[in-house]
């Protein structure tokens, strides 16, 4: 007797937990709305002349889909991420006064997200029924902007010996501008590179080069944290000239005779310009004025020169002289 009601009992909750999964399976398997919350990333936004004062970041979504779907998706915990670039021509724009100054202002129709979003809900088996917000908006503040000029002093350059700089070195860009709030801004007097050496050149080369971003603290940005200088370089030759010594600021009554009247310059010369550089390039002068000095002898300074000769020495640099009346 004992064992015939066991027996009932048993099958009654078998009968009990198969209806309970039944019932479980039905309402897993019905369509359902529940909250989705979606997570909105704003591209295409110059974040180096524009502050970001209001964003949206995030936007609930009314969706349907099975209640086995509902179930997963809360148990995971997974959040969908939506990207939208502000540069596309669905996004309004307009503008309107804060206190940061003149804002402008970004918005996206939610409706017009409509393929997208539908796209990315139907990857989770889900599909888009409403939205706690008619649009998505971001809001910008322009910075105030300041051009300035590179500093590379901080770059030191050597060259390996009978090679020199042919020129003079170039930096691309030649100005950066900085973007921040105009009292930062006013205080900074130069945009620098960063220290570097560029040593033994034996041709010409471009290098890249950091800008020391110091003021970055600050939230300061630049139109670029890099530029190239190129720096030209030359095979230099050693050539010597006699140069015959004028005098200037001569007295038309008397003449002075120069002991030596000529003297001996020794330069290095471009090898590529080493048939285009004379002697009859090069002067050489003594002042007469000095002779009213008293001085023994008059100091010789080299007057004229090719640009992009270098000088070595000058021999000798005073000479003698005789006033002749």
């Excluded at 309402?27 to 704003?42: G, L, N, Y």
């Excluded at 796209?119 to 409403?130: C, H, I, S, T």
């Excluded at 003021?215 to 190129?230: E, N």
């Excluded at 090069?282 to 090719?306: C, E, G, Q, T």
């Amino acid at each position: 007797m004992k064992s015939g009601r066991r027996h009932s009992t048993l099958t009654f909750l078998i009968i009990l937990v198969l209806t309970a999964l039944v019932w479980s399976a039905v309402a897993m398997s019905e369509v359902r709305e529940f909250p989705i919350r979606v997570k909105v990333e704003m591209t295409g936004i110059d974040r180096s002349r524009f502050a970001v004062v209001e964003a949206d970041s995030m936007v609930t979504l009314q969706v349907e889909s099975s209640g086995f779907r509902a179930f997963v998706y809360s148990l995971k915990g997974k959040t969908l991420t939506l990207k939208l670039d502000i540069n596309e021509e669905s996004v309004r724009r307009y503008s309107r006064q804060g206190e940061q100054g003149y804002l402008l202002c970004r918005a996206v129709s939610v409706n017009d997200l409509g393929d997208k979003l539908a796209n990315a809900l139907l990857e989770m088996d889900m599909r888009q029924v409403g939205s706690a917000k008619d649009s998505l908006r971001i809001v910008l503040s322009e910075r105030k902007s300041k051009v300035l000029r590179v500093d590379i002093s901080d770059v030191n350059i050597s060259f390996a010996e009978g090679y020199g700089l042919y020129g003079e070195p170039t930096v691309s860009p030649k100005e950066v501008t900085l973007y921040g709030d105009e009292e930062v801004l006013s205080k900074i007097e130069k945009v620098s590179v960063k220290k570097m050496n560029i040593n033994g050149l034996m041709r010409s080369g471009r290098f890249g080069l950091t800008l020391d971003t110091s003021w970055s603290r600050h939230d300061v940005y630049a139109s670029t944290d890099k530029v190239t200088l190129t720096v030209p370089v030359e095979q230099y030759v050693e050539r010597v000239y006699s140069i015959p010594i004028v005098v200037t600021g001569q007295d038309s009554a008397v003449r002075l005779n120069l002991y030596p009247d000529n003297v001996s310059l020794r330069v290095w010369v471009p090898k590529r310009d080493i048939a285009k550089v004379t002697a009859e390039q090069f002067s050489a002068v003594a002042d007469y004025r000095d002779v009213a000095s008293h001085l023994n002898s008059l100091k010789v300074r080299l007057s004229r020169f090719p640009q992009r000769v270098r000088i070595h020495s000058l021999t000798p640099e005073e000479v003698k002289y005789v006033v002749i009346k």
